[in-house]
């Protein structure tokens, strides 16, 4: 069954914006989103997460200033806005969610529920 979806995938130039929303339909407030991506030949990488309703972000350096995760006003969404955007942004972003963020909130394995994910491209 349908748990995370992901909208807002698609292409930009570089030095453009885009935003991913992620809807959480079992509305776990309190647990942690991350957003991972994964380009072609590439592992899985994590690029930020935060609470449900708002909490503590963490994000990877090669995104930290660029990118923002913000609660939208549906309690049970949150959003990956992505600023600057670089042709290395490009890959296949995801959401997913586990309890607890905390300091290893970038090992993917820790995420039980997945998102179907959405495509990002950056020229």
């Known amino acids: 069954h349908v748990q995370l979806v992901e909208s807002g995938g698609g292409s930009v130039q570089a030095g453009g914006s885009l935003r991913l929303s992620c809807i959480d339909f079992e509305s776990r407030l309190g647990h942690c989103m991350g957003w991972f991506r994964q380009a072609p030949g590439k592992e899985r990488e994590g690029v930020g997460a935060?609470?449900?309703?708002?909490?503590?972000?963490y994000y990877a350096d090669s995104v930290k200033g660029r990118f923002t995760i913000s609660q939208e006003n549906a309690k049970n969404t949150m959003s990956l806005q992505m600023h600057n955007l670089k042709p290395e942004d490009t890959a296949t972003y995801y959401c997913?969610?586990?309890?607890?963020?905390?300091?290893?909130?970038?090992?993917?394995?820790?995420?039980?529920?997945w998102g179907q994910g959405t495509q990002v491209t950056v020229s």
């Open positions: 997913a969610r586990t309890p607890i963020c905390g300091p290893t909130w970038y090992e993917a394995a820790r995420y039980a529920v």
């Open positions: 935060s609470y449900i309703g708002g909490g503590s972000t």
